[in-house]
């Protein structure tokens, strides 16, 4: 019998969901073997390569045709592979930026694996036609199952383009964190700038920490009390899981298109409430499903709504801090990397999935 051995290729390496996973795999008993895209050689003049494929996109503006030019070194990748014989391949984010998915899919054919995406990335797409059409006809076919973290792009994976999708929302990892008694961030958004995100927080400006990137571009476009309120610079790990700690309220506002989708479910509604905190996002129907609101989450519709609820929720602390002990209770219930790790790990059809060896490798 075959021993089961997992590859995780991290596409979106930058951001340590696909090792929270990994780790997650590895508690189940499981064989795992992390690959950060980053540790693989870049083929020599990519950036100048890949920047004439865009001028080439931007030419042919009438075109469907969409020019790319891969990131990696194939042979590395092949002999990394040949070296590893995976059984099966859990790429995180999408592969196309990385590796040709035509090089991927002779692999897979020549070494006999399995391989699943976790679309993680697929809305920011949305306006980028001609990539998103290459996506969706050339890497998604490569799969033997898309797990996608929203039920919009699920139902569009399965029922329009008939490919195998199952809905897997995010999850996160257990946080072991004390927040402060008087936090003193009233209100915490965390995320790229956006015309969307601007609009909404020029109504919060007076109590708003804002951190990310693509904000100081933003700047004609805002007022210079919001401005004021903005460290233009990205945040992840401790120094992230800090931060949410240890604020009153996490707003939580989904970019334009997402919204525009009717989905909105990110990751970080799942890291903030694995930090105990107090999550006030968007509504969207997906959000319904996996938490109670008002009383797991909190929720707001417009922009006067937001504004209304961070200024109850910080006048009422109480009920602030019983929400937040409630979202944590239900995200460790029911939304960890191990519950997720377990869903996708029963697609393997294998018994030793959960055997007791654990043997794990890793390339960085």
Known sequence: MTTTKLLIFDAIAEVPLGREMHDAFLQLGLKSVYADCRAFKQKKGYRFRAAFKKMLNRIEGSSDHFYHFPKLIERQFAHFVATELPTHVLVIGFIYKQLSPAFVLQLKEKYQFSIYLYDTDSC????????????????????????????????????????????????????????????????????????????????????????????????????????????????WGEALHELLANSKIVININRTHFYGAGTGVNLRIFEALSANAFVLTDYCDELADLFEIGKEIEVFRTNQELVEKVDYYLSHPEKRLKIAKNGHAKLMSSHTWHARAVEIAKRFKSKEVFNEDINATSIN
């Open 124 to 235: 920011n797409l949305y306006p980028k036609r001609r990539e998103f059409l290459f996506f969706i006809d050339h890497e998604l076919p490569i799969y033997d199952e898309i797990f996608s973290f929203s039920k919009v792009t699920t139902r569009f994976f399965s029922e329009t383009k008939k490919l195998k999708a199952t809905f897997l929302p995010f999850g996160a990892a257990p946080l072991a964190i004390k927040a402060k008694q008087n936090p003193e961030v009233d209100a915490l958004f965390v995320g790229s700038g956006d015309l969307r995100r601007i609009f909404l927080l020029e109504g919060i400006k007076d109590v708003v920490t804002i951190y990310g990137n693509r904000w100081q571009r933003n700047f004609p476009l805002m007022t210079d009390k919001l401005k004021s309120r903005v460290t233009d610079q990205t945040i």
